[in-house]
């Protein structure tokens, strides 16, 4: 049996003049190496997609983080130069991938800005520069250019009893690697929190009555994905999840046949 596929949306990235349909190598490596899946990269475009075509052909989708943000207006909100940088072709080709992964069962696991996606597909909404509010914490990234000290294991998250994710590494606390400036205020009513940080701070959901692995978590698994634990156990899980997946669906010339 071949590996199966996931889809990982890409970014829009410029470089020397050129443009470029992008995902940060430490995704893919974590698919391949944790999970034991296949990527495709999905170019993003912001118009003339066809979201069933390309689920038609994999079997999860994996929403990285990325250094850009979701447009405010995406959630009711006016955008400031602030709430930059933005990646609207990312937008446009995430959210509906998401919406369409939950609503055929196909598994998800969404990390970082994934996260912030995930709960914007689902209506909710996002707070900015969350580490001027009172009482909230700096998460974003040390100021550091060697990539192991950036993405180091370094703050606490509680799990919630009976969750999703305290099936897969147990409930209370576990050390992440947590960076971001950005977080969920609003959650989409269809979402289930299951971690925060010692500040209150959202760092995991699930959606309620999903009938697959749908998964989003503020800190970033797929770095450590192949030495650190929890990290680990979260990605098996979604390889799990998208081999049964795969599993289930009749193969293409069966399927053809019996059309």
């Given at each position: 049996?071949?590996?199966?596929?996931?889809?990982?949306?890409?970014?829009?990235?410029?470089?020397?003049?050129?443009?470029?349909?992008?995902?940060?190598?430490?995704?893919?490596?974590?698919?391949?190496?944790?999970?034991?899946?296949?990527?495709?990269?999905?170019?993003?475009?912001?118009?003339?997609?066809?979201?069933?075509?390309?689920?038609?052909?994999v079997?999860?989708?994996?929403?990285?983080?990325?250094?850009?943000?979701?447009?405010?207006?995406?959630?009711g909100?006016?955008?400031?130069?602030?709430?930059?940088?933005?990646?609207?072709?990312?937008?446009?080709?995430?959210?509906?991938?998401?919406?369409?992964?939950?609503?055929?069962?196909?598994?998800?696991?969404?990390?970082?800005?994934?996260?912030?996606?995930?709960?914007?597909?689902?209506?909710?909404?996002?707070?900015?520069?969350?580490?001027?509010?009172?009482?909230?914490?700096?998460?974003?990234?040390?100021?550091?250019?060697?990539?192991?000290?950036?993405?180091?294991?370094?703050?606490?998250?509680?799990?919630?009893?009976?969750?999703?994710?305290?099936?897969?590494?147990?409930?209370?606390?576990?050390?992440?690697?947590?960076?971001?400036?950005?977080?969920?205020?609003?959650?989409?009513?269809?979402?289930?929190?299951?971690?925060?940080?010692?500040?209150?701070?959202?760092?995991?959901?699930?959606?309620?009555?999903?009938?697959a692995f749908?998964?989003?978590?503020?800190?970033?698994?797929?770095?450590?994905?192949?030495?650190d634990k929890?990290?680990?156990?979260?990605?098996?899980?979604?390889?799990?999840?998208?081999r049964?997946?795969?599993?289930?669906?009749?193969?293409?010339?069966?399927?053809?046949?019996?059309?």
């Amino acid at each position: 049996m071949t590996k199966p596929i996931v889809a990982i949306p890409a970014d829009i990235r410029s470089l020397d003049g050129a443009t470029w349909h992008a995902v940060q190598h430490q995704y893919v490596r974590a698919a391949l190496n944790a999970a034991g899946v296949m990527a495709f990269i999905i170019p993003a475009f912001e118009e003339g997609y066809d979201t069933d075509a390309i689920l038609d052909r994999v079997d999860g989708v994996l929403v990285s983080g990325s250094a850009s943000n979701v447009h405010p207006s995406l959630y009711g909100l006016e955008a400031t130069e602030a709430d930059g940088p933005f990646d609207p072709a990312r937008d446009a080709t995430s959210l509906p991938l998401i919406r369409r992964a939950i609503d055929r069962a196909i598994p998800l696991l969404a990390i970082c800005r994934g996260i912030q996606e995930l709960n914007v597909a689902l209506g909710g909404s996002l707070a900015s520069e969350i580490q001027e509010q009172p009482g909230i914490w700096d998460h974003r990234k040390p100021d550091v250019t060697d990539r192991d000290h950036m993405y180091a294991i370094r703050q606490s998250v509680f799990i919630r009893e009976g969750s999703c994710i305290a099936g897969i590494v147990g409930a209370g606390e576990i050390r992440v690697n947590s960076l971001h400036r950005q977080a969920i205020a609003r959650t989409a009513p269809r979402l289930q929190v299951e971690a925060t940080a010692e500040d209150g701070t959202i760092e995991a959901v699930s959606v309620i009555g999903a009938k697959a692995f749908a998964v989003g978590v503020q800190w970033h698994p797929e770095y450590w994905a192949e030495t650190d634990k929890p990290s680990n156990k979260l990605f098996t899980a979604f390889g799990d999840a998208v081999r049964g997946y795969a599993a289930s669906r009749l193969p293409p010339l069966r399927a053809q046949a019996t059309a």
